[in-house]
């Protein structure tokens, strides 16, 4: 069974710019959440998505949106990209919200660097 | 304050011993507790998730979970090389959203 993809593995921009990252959850799960983990600081959370709509949001500014598809795929964007946004990006997929969002596995993560 | 507290580390062990890695929080809502392991440039694991007060145990790994004292603890006996990596506990309300700790890293020499 193939775990949860995250495209793309690394992403460079400069700021001011924006950055879309990408998340396939595991094939039957339902619920996509996402994390930054800057270096040195632990996983923070960002947003949870669970069929097309989100469920709840981390404290982090309204520049940080997204979405998820029908086919339950996901959508990170950040806007207006700050130096401080550099970090590696985890999303996370459960199989349904209300009985496993604890059992949470997780992609490999995009690393996002801002010049 | 954080709402999840780690023991920073790191931890260094020879092969062959204990390792207790433990938490505090101080949210009393939270209802599951996991630990999650990450190897280098890796999204973190599941190892283990616990929902009551008590031990689970999975092979090598015993969770304990103490929620009159909001502490928990992984412990890994016979530790091997391959163990050497960053443990994360995390804990939720079963809102969507997991509070983490920011990791003990352990390094188990041969």
Redesign the interface.
């Known amino acids: 069974e193939a775990g949860v993809t995250q495209s793309p593995t690394h992403l460079i921009k400069t700021r001011g710019q924006q950055a879309t990252l990408r998340c396939s959850p595991i094939s039957g799960h339902t619920s996509v959440y996402w994390y930054q983990q800057a270096l040195g600081l632990g996983l923070q959370f960002l947003l949870w998505y669970d069929e097309g709509e989100e469920r709840n949001r981390g404290n982090f500014p309204p520049r940080f949106s997204g979405r998820q598809f029908p086919n339950y795929s996901s959508e990170l964007n950040v806007n207006a990209l700050e130096l401080e946004d550099s970090a590696l990006y985890l999303c996370a997929s459960s199989f349904d919200r209300d009985s496993t969002s604890y059992e949470q596995y997780f992609g490999p993560g995009t690393r996002l660097t801002v010049t | 304050q954080k709402e999840v507290e780690?023991d920073p580390g790191p931890l260094s062990v020879p092969e062959g011993a204990i390792v207790s890695l433990n938490c505090t929080y101080s949210n009393s809502a939270f209802?599951?507790f996991?630990w999650?392991r990450q190897y280098s440039?890796?999204?973190?694991?599941?190892l283990m998730?616990t929902y009551s007060s008590g031990n689970k145990e999975d092979g090598r790994f015993t969770a304990q979970v103490d929620k009159s004292s909001k502490y928990i603890s992984l412990f890994i006996r016979d530790s091997q090389p391959s163990d050497s990596a960053t443990y994360?506990c995390?804990m939720?309300t079963?809102?969507?959203?997991?509070?983490?700790?920011?990791?003990t890293t352990l390094t188990v020499k041969p």
């Open positions: 780690q209802q599951y996991m999650y440039r890796k999204g973190p694991e599941l998730y994360l995390a939720t079963n809102a969507g959203k997991s509070t983490f700790g920011d990791g």
